[in-house]
Nanobody, 123 residues
Framework: QVQLVESGGGLVQAGGSLRLSCAAS????????MGWFRQAPGKEREFVAS????????YYSDSVKGRFTISRDNAKKTVYLQMSSLKPEDTAVYYC????????????????WGQGTQVTVSS
């Protein structure tokens, strides 16, 4: 088991930037692939980005590709989501998630979740 705590959410104007952090505790962080997901009001939770154990392989949803960057620091047991050129449609609760093995884009494969952090982008 690993415990995850997200931070860094807030209110930002369209075109602005935010960096989300997800701090992990518990089992060895470097043995987990990590993912970011989001859920907008009235919508299902969706995949945003994921990163492999080493950080060398990343995946992005088409809606954020080129604007968001996922990274990780295994020494600090933290995964980041740098969000740039934010749009109102990026408004959502952002969740960090962890899984054993390879990184995927499928949220059902992630079995450790944080509590989420709210990101609101104003137009």
């Amino acid at each position: 088991q690993v415990q995850l705590v997200e931070s860094g959410g807030g209110l930002v104007q369209a075109g602005g930037s935010l960096r989300l952090s997800c701090a992990a505790s518990g089992r060895t962080f470097s043995s987990y692939a990590m993912g970011w997901f989001r859920q907008a009001p009235g919508k299902e939770r969706e995949f945003v980005a994921s990163i492999s154990l080493s950080g060398k392989i990343t995946y992005y949803s088409d809606s954020v590709k080129g604007r968001f960057t996922i990274s990780r620091d295994n020494a600090k047991k933290t995964v980041y989501l740098q969000m740039s050129s934010l749009k109102p449609e990026d408004t959502a609760v952002y969740y960090c998630a962890a899984k054993d093995g390879v990184a995927t884009m499928t949220q059902k494969s992630y079995d450790n979740w944080g509590q989420g952090t709210q990101v609101t982008v104003s137009s």
